[in-house]
């Protein structure tokens, strides 16, 4: 009878444990670290999609340099309308404002889009298959592909930076480019890194090339972060500002060509796939363990649950 009654204190400890766990199913999410998690892939199979840029209501403009088009879409996909014009071969697209700008590679112009219609932006440099444009304010900048330079207006003073070659400050086929924190943000491609200049052409960070990169053909630039797209290794490398590797997408991509953050999302444009990759910001999985009592999910150096102390053997990953 001792060694019973004794077992069964055992037992109602290890039951008000349970219980207790159990009773606690809410999941503090205060600190979970975050992290970009893969949604859904929509198919764009009759479409060549080089980049991407929002439109108003929620909608997107893609670049179509195979049909030498643009095409508006919806969240889920739908094709809402086809613009073509003087198109040929757009490439990387801007908005500015209710302006979508586009960087005309066929045809070595550059054209602003706006109510149906498609007009030239004067340039006194000639281009020689612009790929990437952007502006900001009265300022705008370009990717000149095959002329090796980044070409940067603003008003009526027009200048010229970069020539080819892989030192710091060189580019080699340059194909896209932002303007972020009164700074200019290159996709060098075929040097496989972002090169960051300030705008009067003076080089300040080199990112990415720690990663090996194979054709870093987009760059996309917030507040906090910076995105590139290895094209060749079909993945997204996501980046702070200072140039520290925070997360690496290779998953549910095909050759990505452009990446864009709107409404808390992360799209992707894939040109081999020929589908947009959507990812969303919420709590990180990967390299994380869940404890079953759904207690804070420790990182993977921790052997036990730091709240209810269960070993992380029985934890699923």
Not at 82 to 98: A, L, Q, V
Not at 265 to 292: E, K, M, W
């Amino acid at each position: 009878m001792k060694y019973t009654i004794h077992s069964l204190l055992v037992l109602c400890s290890v039951f008000i444990v349970f219980v207790s766990c159990k009773n606690n199913t809410k999941t503090d999410t205060t600190n979970m670290p975050k992290e970009w998690n893969f949604v859904k892939n929509i198919p764009l199979d009759s479409f060549g999609i080089i980049s991407i840029a929002q439109a108003e209501n929620a909608h997107f403009w893609l670049s179509d340099a195979d049909n030498n088009q643009l095409v508006l879409i919806d969240k889920e996909g739908k094709v809402l309308d086809t613009k073509i014009d003087d198109f040929d071969r757009p490439m990387h697209i801007s908005k500015n404002g209710n302006a979508l700008l586009i960087a005309n590679y066929g045809s070595d112009n550059l054209l602003s889009f706006q109510n149906g219609k498609a007009e030239k932006i004067n340039f006194s440099e000639k281009f020689d298959a612009p790929s990437g444009i952007d502006q900001n304010g009265d300022k705008i900048v370009v990717a000149d592909f095959y002329n090796h330079r980044i070409v940067y207006k603003q008003r009526d003073k027009t200048t010229a930076f970069g020539k080819k070659g892989n030192a710091t400050g060189e580019l080699t086929y340059p194909t896209d480019v932002q303007f972020a924190n009164e700074k200019i943000y290159v996709a060098d491609a075929y040097n496989h890194r972002i090169q960051v200049f300030d705008l009067a052409g003076k080089h300040l960070q080199t990112i990415g090339e720690a990663e090996k990169m194979n054709a870093t053909t987009g760059v996309f630039v917030n507040d906090k972060n910076v995105f590139a797209t290895d094209f060749e290794n079909s993945r997204i490398l996501i980046y702070d500002l200072e140039g520290k590797l925070i997360q690496e997408i290779k998953e549910h991509l095909d050759k990505p060509t452009d990446v864009l953050v709107a409404d808390n999302q992360l799209f992707i444009t894939n040109y081999h796939g020929r589908f947009l990759s959507i990812f969303d910001y919420s709590i990180a999985t990967a390299g994380y363990y869940v404890c079953p009592m759904n207690c804070f999910p420790p990182d993977k150096k921790d052997e036990k649950c730091p709240k209810c102390g269960m070993d992380k053997k029985a934890f699923k990953q």
